[in-house]
């Protein structure tokens, strides 16, 4: 099959000489060694088919590739298909009727029935219509420990935030930063709003901020503890210095860093190491605190073309990313949960188990992304990481610059 050269400028899409191959190309944001293993088994799966994945990676994480995949839509020029967080990142695309609808997709191959939590699919959802294939559950909620930062110290890993802080200054003797943190404002601001507040705060109070925007929350004690404990967590991390999240987490690989607060993409680089859950490094879920696991995660999304071949193409991809085999197979190597409840997991690593029990157990909640717009999630990433990189700012006036922003959010 051979595209004119007019269509190839509109979607960016090439098709391979071979009758019914299709190249297709795929944009997405995973670009560390975890990642890139794990995004590898989609490439592999959609290559048996006899079609080609183009890799369209674009380093430097969500906040940087999001804005060049959408400048590429709206100019005419989209990929075939396009990671996103699931949630209302893609909200504008979707009423500007430039997503494919992939309800059809959905309906052929149960989706309904096979995706866990709901949640997940209710994202990808608008007036009824289904717009992406989700392929992960994603938590932001853990705090990895180093093996070899605390066998440095000569102490144990700890069980609880508590006893991390008991922990830090015996790591300091031993030449350890306690927290690792990159750069980037997303992880700044993620750490907080998905992690210590949850663990922190609790479950209540943070249902009250994130979804219901009470800003009177934010001011309460709950909160105020959890924006002393953010002030702590800024002073524990001097004495590192790096940009993005795998460098944070190398530091504990190396024994350069005592923990690091992320999501559970993290242990994709724990495994190209060749590092062993609850030997080499350890996890605690909320903080070993509050448990909880926030079901978001990433989505596929498919540009409208005017080429009935490429739209094909772009449906079978769709149901292949959610086929049990694919989903076994990314999930294992970038350390998320299928979002089938029907595949089996029992080689799993203990870490990922604690997650499986939280599932199973209903202790989920929904991501921030799921809850809040994309531009309040910009403004509380400008305001944490402003916090973060100012030890002159106080934690009471964060606090209060935090519950301005939720008082205006929708």
């Keep these: 099959m051979k595209l004119s050269t007019k269509l190839l400028s509109a979607t960016a899409i090439c098709a391979a000489t071979s009758a019914g191959a299709v190249d297709l190309e795929v944009m997405h944001w995973w670009t560390s060694g975890g990642e890139a293993a794990a995004v590898t088994k989609f490439a592999e799966a959609w290559n048996a088919t006899g079609n080609t994945w183009v890799d369209g990676a674009i380093a430097g994480g969500g906040d940087t590739a999001r804005p060049i995949m959408v400048s590429r839509i709206i100019g005419g020029d989209p990929p075939a298909a396009f990671q996103f967080n699931h949630g209302r990142q893609a909200e504008e695309l979707i009423e500007a009727g430039l997503l494919l609808d992939l309800t ?92 210590m507040a949850i663990a922190l705060a609790g479950k209540d109070a943070w249902l009250s901020v994130m979804q219901d925007k009470n800003a009177e929350t934010v001011m309460g004690p709950e909160y105020t503890a959890a924006f002393e404990a953010y002030a702590a967590a800024r002073e524990l991390s001097n004495g590192i210095n790096v940009q993005d999240w795998n460098q944070a987490t190398n530091a504990l690989i190396n024994g350069e860093g005592g923990a690091q607060i992320m ?65 076994v197979s990314f999930n294992s190597v970038k350390g998320s949960l299928p979002i089938r409840g029907d595949v089996d997991l029992t080689t799993v690593n203990e870490c990922t188990q604690k997650g499986l029990d939280l599932l199973a157990n209903g202790q989920t909640l929904p991501a921030s992304e799921q809850l809040i717009a994309p531009d309040t999630i910009t403004q509380l990433n400008d305001l944490m990481t402003e916090f973060w990189n100012t030890p002159a700012m106080t934690a009471a006036e964060v606090q209060q610059q935090y519950a301005d922003i939720i008082a205006q959010a929708e």
């Design 263 to 327: 999501g559970d993409w993290a242990q994709g680089e724990f495994a190209v190491a060749g590092m062993t859950a609850g030997e080499d490094y350890g996890c605690l879920p909320g903080l070993g605190l509050g448990a909880f696991l926030q079901t978001g995660g990433d989505a596929f999304y498919f540009p409208v073309n005017d080429d009935p071949e490429i739209t094909a193409a772009q449906k079978e991809l769709a149901a292949l990313l959610l086929s049990p085999e694919v989903q």
């Design 104 to 195: 059809e997709v959905a309906e052929a191959e149960g989706w309904k029935d096979i995706v866990n939590p709901p949640s997940l699919l209710d994202s990808c959802t608008v007036d009824g219509r289904i717009y992406c294939a989700p392929v992960n559950i994603h938590s932001w909620n853990w705090m990895w420990l180093s093996g070899p930062a605390y066998e440095k110290a000569g102490i144990e890993m700890p069980t609880d935030w508590n006893g991390f802080l008991e922990s830090a200054e015996a790591l300091r003797a031993a030449g350890v930063t306690p927290l690792a943190m990159g750069g980037q404002a997303w992880q700044q601001s993620g750490a907080f709003n998905n992690v």
